[in-house]
C-alpha cells in the first residue's frame, strides 16, 4: 500500500501560480507513474499531467506552457507547478501513482488539495 500526500493547495488571484507537492510512501518511486488530477464541482475527473518514471511527461491541452509536472526520486515526491492560473483551473487536484506488473496494476490516490482561483 502507497501513501500520498499533497499539500500546496490553496486560494490565489487570477495570474498567480502556486506549486503542488505530493509526497509518496513506498521505496520503489521511481518505478511509479505519477500523475496529477483535477475536479471541479459538477464535473468528471480529469487528468492534467502526467510522469514517468524515466521523466516522460504528458498534459492537458488547456495547461500545457502554463503548468509544469516534475519528479524528485529522492525525495519520492511530485510537484506540479501552476503558473498563470485562471479561474477555470479551480478544482481539488489529486495525486495518482500507477504501475503495472505482468499480473496486476497498482493505482494509489492521495486525498486531494483544493486550489481556488478568484479575485
Known amino acids: 500500500q502507497v501513501q500520498l500526500v499533497e499539500s500546496g493547495g490553496g486560494l490565489v488571484q487570477p495570474g498567480g501560480s502556486l506549486r503542488l507537492s505530493c509526497v509518496a510512501s513506498?521505496?520503489?518511486?521511481?518505478?511509479?507513474?505519477m500523475n496529477w488530477y483535477r475536479q471541479a464541482p459538477g464535473k468528471q475527473r480529469e487528468l492534467v499531467a502526467g510522469?514517468?518514471?524515466?521523466?516522460?511527461?504528458s498534459y492537458e491541452d488547456s495547461v500545457k506552457g502554463r503548468f509544469t509536472i516534475s519528479r524528485d526520486n529522492a525525495k519520492s515526491t511530485v510537484y506540479l507547478q501552476m503558473n498563470s492560473l485562471e479561474p477555470e483551473d479551480t478544482a481539488v487536484y489529486y495525486c495518482?501513482?500507477?504501475?503495472?506488473?505482468?499480473?496486476?496494476?497498482?493505482?494509489?490516490w492521495g486525498q486531494g488539495t483544493q486550489v481556488t482561483v478568484s479575485s
Open positions: 510522469i514517468t518514471g524515466g521523466g516522460s511527461t
Open positions: 495518482n501513482a500507477y504501475r503495472k506488473s505482468p499480473f496486476k496494476e497498482y493505482t494509489y
Open positions: 513506498t521505496s520503489i518511486f521511481s518505478i511509479y507513474a
